[in-house]
């Protein structure tokens, strides 16, 4: 496969972003081209034990958007 790699270059960020966006949804919509190991799997599952067992360990969505407006709005 032969990919331009000079009319990427020459999009618009805004526009790379979308065939990112494009590609990725391509990519999520056939779970089976790309399943995860084992190892994969119960570390994720760790995490998420972790996660919901700290509650000191992450954020809320309330307080990642409470940070994206504070950002936005200097």
């Known amino acids: ?3 331009d790699m000079d009319a990427i270059r ?3 960020p805004a526009e790379k972003l ?3 966006e494009q590609i ?5 919509a056939d779970e089976s081209q790309f399943p995860l190991p084992n190892w994969a ?3 994720a599952a760790r995490r998420r ?3 919901t067992t700290d509650s000191q360990l992450g954020l809320t969505h309330e307080e990642i958007w ?3 407006n504070d ?4």
């Open 1 to 3: 496969m032969k990919i």
């Open 10 to 12: 020459e999009l618009r």
């Open 18 to 20: 979308r065939l990112i």
């Open 24 to 28: 990725w949804d391509d990519l999520a």
């Open 41 to 43: 799997l119960a570390e």
């Open 49 to 51: 034990d972790q996660m």
């Open 66 to 68: 409470k940070n994206i």
């Open 71 to 74: 950002v936005r709005n200097g």
